[in-house]
């Protein structure tokens, strides 16, 4: 039991340092996306439009809820990180929405239309918050890690310590038993040597009597 609860503390510590790396992952994802979707939104305003183009913009743009579903999932358990993307939720689709409307107008679309779609509702300062709290969080539990890691490897240590005396206990009880029933099979042995040379030894029957000649 304790091996087993050394081996899966260690699991769980290094699952949490993963979760934070995925989850800054994620975030930064969804804000190269962001960046994507309005960098060629600017590029058909500006008269630069083709197939591989809007592919590009409508690839990112629909990356964009998966990503923040699962950002959800992924923060389910701090409250303070819900928050903060809440606030990322709100800004990023209405970002999204402004560059849509970009992309649909393309050279007709205005420097006001442009303008809040760069500026109105900003993201990078959410963005930059949960990767800063993240990075906390992940300087915390590689710590807890790192102690959990060398815990574990106490703990198998004093185990395989504890292994090794019972095995020896263990030899040495068995070592003494069967010296115990060897010796004991050696003196039996004697034993019938002994009364074997000295029935060899006599010739004739020997009768006790006594004064009444009685045997």
Do not use: C, F
Request: net charge negative.
């Amino acid at each position: 039991v304790l091996v087993n609860e050394a081996a899966r503390d260690p699991d769980e510590a290094w699952q949490s340092m993963v979760h934070s790396y995925e989850v800054e992952a994620s975030v930064l994802a969804l804000a190269a996306h962001m960046h994507n979707l309005e960098n060629g939104a600017l590029s058909l305003a500006g008269g630069v439009d083709s197939e591989p183009l809007r592919e590009r913009v409508r690839d990112s743009r629909e990356r964009l809820d998966p990503l923040l579903l699962k950002l959800g999932g992924l923060t389910r358990d701090n409250a303070d990180q819900q928050l903060r993307l809440g606030e990322l939720r709100t800004n990023v689709l209405l970002r999204r929405t402004e560059a849509d409307q970009v992309v649909d107008r393309g050279t007709d679309a205005t420097i006001g239309e442009i303008e809040q779609m760069v500026a109105r509702y900003p993201i990078h300062h959410l963005i930059q918050d949960i990767v800063t709290a993240e990075r906390t969080l992940l300087a915390a539990r590689q710590e807890r890690a790192e102690r959990v890691a060398a815990r574990a490897r106490t703990a198998s240590w004093v185990a395989m310590a504890t292994q090794l005396l019972l095995l020896g206990a263990l030899l040495s009880y068995i070592t003494r038993q069967v010296g115990q029933r060897l010796q004991a099979e050696g003196n039996a042995a004697r034993a019938s040597a002994r009364a074997s040379v000295v029935l060899d030894t006599v010739r004739e029957p020997i009768v006790a009597v006594d004064g009444g000649l009685r045997i």
